[in-house]
């Protein structure tokens, strides 16, 4: 991984107050933040800089009386969303396999069926300018579940700019689908809901921030237990790909024939892949982070890597690099080990412009919130 002359954790667990999260005071339990996390990045009209970061509230004791515990927003089967409430589920212990912490997966059935130990909210964070100091933390603004589709939380918010108008994607969690919503706003704070825009377990939806053609444009990631293998000798590893789609109005997309961003045969390290930040247009083509995923044990390790696309069809690659751009940094993390329960994980989710640098959210190790300066030129043609 290249040094940055600007890296450091900017907010976490312990900057999250739960008395205003929006499950206080909603049933008989202590609850903390097992993470605040995955940050989309935008700035704002007055120059400061918004992060959406993805608070994971967790039970304190998740496991009691024979039972594994899951947070569940609850409708009440009414379609007015001020009647809903949090509830919890207990599942028997013997039905369940706990070992990853952040879930537990139900035995016994054809399908692969877990739920969390945790539900997500959106917390929006008001930034400086240069994203190195807290300003705001604006409680009255957090995105919280409203419908049944969203009962098992609300997670990685991407947020994009197109014209004057703010984008926000995020992966809605339930047992009807892992969809993919959608939020729009005039000022980047305050947003309105739009609808589900894609369906089930298509992760990880990026809107270039800029229109090619007339038409948005999305980065978008199906996922399957099921993969068609490329030919021997192929330069490509089959598995979860970054494919794009188009549309006409950010609410109805269509997939694009050709294949976006693929794993390469070459290296290991991007054997899972998935979105990273919102492409933004450069004077080389759209540069977009994105993630690879190197197995190991349950999660694997992730780091952040970067490509350049062709500004009018970003099914081509005008370059990247098979180098981490980022890497997990455990030197950052070390003031909140006894909060740790992953190791190797960065996943960045937000860029803006800086002049001659860039400012990039991440999470990090799924608990906190990582601002880091890299100097535009990382991302330049190298000379001939």
């Known amino acids: 991984m290249m040094a940055h002359a600007v890296d450091r954790l900017i907010f976490g667990p312990d900057d999250v107050d739960l008395a205003r999260s929006p499950l206080a005071g909603q049933f008989d339990a202590e609850t903390y933040v097992l993470g605040a996390f995955n940050p989309a990045l935008t700035r704002l009209p007055n120059g400061n800089l918004a992060m959406h970061v993805r608070v994971a509230e967790a039970l304190r004791r998740p496991i009691r009386d024979g039972n594994v515990h899951a947070i569940r927003w609850d409708g009440g089967g009414s379609s007015d969303t001020a009647r809903g409430r949090y509830v919890l589920d207990a599942w028997p212990l013997d039905l369940v396999d706990t070992a990853d912490p952040r879930k537990f997966l139900i035995r016994g059935g054809r399908w692969k069926v877990m739920a969390l130990t945790s539900l997500s909210w959106i917390l929006p964070v008001e930034l400086s300018p240069d994203g190195l100091a807290v300003v705001t933390v604006h409680y009255d603004k957090a995105i919280a579940p409203h419908a049944s589709f969203q009962c098992y939380g609300i997670e990685d918010a991407r947020v994009s700019k197109v014209r004057d108008r703010w984008l926000m994607t995020t992966c809605s969690v339930s047992p009807e689908r892992h969809s993919t919503t959608l939020y729009s706003s005039d000022n980047g704070l305050d947003w309105t809901f739009e ?57 109805h997309w269509k997939p694009y024939r050709e294949p976006g961003i693929r794993a390469h045969v070459d290296t290991v390290a991007t054997a899972r892949m998935g979105g990273g930040t919102p492409p933004i247009l450069t004077d080389d083509g759209w540069l977009t982070l994105w993630h690879g995923v190197e197995p190991k044990e349950i999660v694997g390790i992730y780091r952040t890597y970067w490509s350049i696309l062709d500004r009018d069809d970003p099914s081509k690659l005008v370059r990247t690099s098979h180098t981490p751009l980022l890497e997990a940094a455990p030197d950052l993390t070390r003031p909140i080990e006894d909060k740790m329960y992953l190791r190797d994980v960065v996943f960045t989710t937000g860029i803006v412009d800086a002049g001659d640098r860039y400012v990039v959210a991440s999470g990090e190790a799924d608990l906190a919130c ?3 300066h890299i100097a535009k030129s990382v991302f330049a043609a190298p000379e001939v």
């Open 195 to 251: 609808d589900i825009v894609l369906d089930h377990q298509n992760k990880d939806m990026l809107i270039f921030e800029g229109l090619i053609g007339g038409q948005y444009w999305a980065q978008t990631r199906p996922l399957g237990d099921l993969y068609f293998a490329y030919p021997p000798g192929s330069e490509w590893r089959s598995g979860p790909s970054i494919n794009l789609a188009t549309s006409p109005d950010a609410l």
């Open 370 to 372: 990582r601002i880091t």
